[in-house]
């Protein structure tokens, strides 16, 4: 494996990294390939990126692999990147077991045809008792959206009178979304110099480290991944409070 002189050490990995994947679509334009091409490559930055965050020791990898939005998208698109998902679940399957690692899904799954539905409950299912890194794919996935399910399901007790909201607090709140038992994102980086949120962890993400890079997602390797961690060891988290408090 190619070494860097970047391998930032593990004194405060991020626990929680989000990452847009962007930019598939234009790596493969600049080569004179269909889109899908860009997809493909891009699921090597994926395994790369997974297994350099499970080495860093990173707690949880959200990665925004298909949006809300995406399902406008020509239905060759999205049906090449279903295809994708289920080749990815079946090939990675074996390393994830070694590996430890356990897979997570968020996002609106009933909007997925049965066959993907299927795949990815067993996928979440035979990697349920990993103890390594929680790899969050965020599919059919929308913040407003799973916002919105969040509500919809507080209205629902609030009316069953099995909730005061009176007691409704940020983290009564939270524990209705997707991502409920996992931490805020530390971390979120955004590869293809598209400098905005698109719709992703809109809730988790109010204190979250923003990272942009110009480099498009199949381009994406251990190498910029390093840049992006050795860039959030230089911010200064102050949550709302001044230098002199944090320093206490
Ligand atoms: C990101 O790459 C992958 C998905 C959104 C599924 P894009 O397909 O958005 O690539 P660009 O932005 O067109 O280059
Ligand atoms: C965001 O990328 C969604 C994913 C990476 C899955 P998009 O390409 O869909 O975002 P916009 O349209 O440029 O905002
Ligand atoms: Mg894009």
């Not at 897979?103 to 409950?121: E, H, K, N, P, Y």
């Not at 909730?163 to 980086?189: K, V």
Request: aromatic share 8%; charged share 25%.
């Amino acid at each position: 494996m190619r070494q860097s002189t970047l391998e930032p050490e593990a004194n405060n990995v991020p626990a929680h990294v989000a990452i847009i994947m962007d930019g598939n679509g234009r790596w493969a334009r600049q080569r004179g390939l269909p889109r899908i091409a860009g997809h493909q490559q891009g699921v090597e930055s994926v395994t790369e990126v997974v297994d350099a965050c499970a080495r860093k020791g990173v707690c949880y990898l959200s990665l925004f692999a298909f949006s809300s939005e995406n399902w406008g998208r020509p239905r060759q698109e999205v049906d090449a990147l279903m295809l994708l998902l289920l080749d990815y679940l079946t090939s990675q399957r074996q390393k994830m077991l070694e590996n430890g690692i356990r897979l997570r899904v968020i996002g609106d799954l009933s909007r997925m045809t049965q066959g993907v539905q299927q795949a990815l409950v067993e996928a979440v299912q035979a990697t349920s008792a990993g103890k390594g890194l929680t790899l969050v794919l965020a599919l059919s996935y929308g913040g407003r959206d799973e916002i919105l399910r969040a509500v919809r399901r507080i209205v629902m007790q609030v009316q069953g009178g099995k909730l005061d909201p009176d007691r409704l607090d940020a983290d009564a709140f939270a524990a209705f979304l997707d991502l409920a038992d996992m931490p805020p994102a530390d971390l979120m980086i955004r590869t293809s110099g598209e400098m905005r949120i698109s719709n992703f962890l809109l809730w988790q993400a109010a204190y979250t480290e923003l990272y942009f890079t110009e480099v498009l997602w199949p381009d994406f390797n251990l190498e910029e991944l390093n840049k992006a961690f050795a860039d959030y060891y230089q911010r200064r988290r102050r949550f709302g409070l001044t230098d002199e408090q944090l320093q206490l």
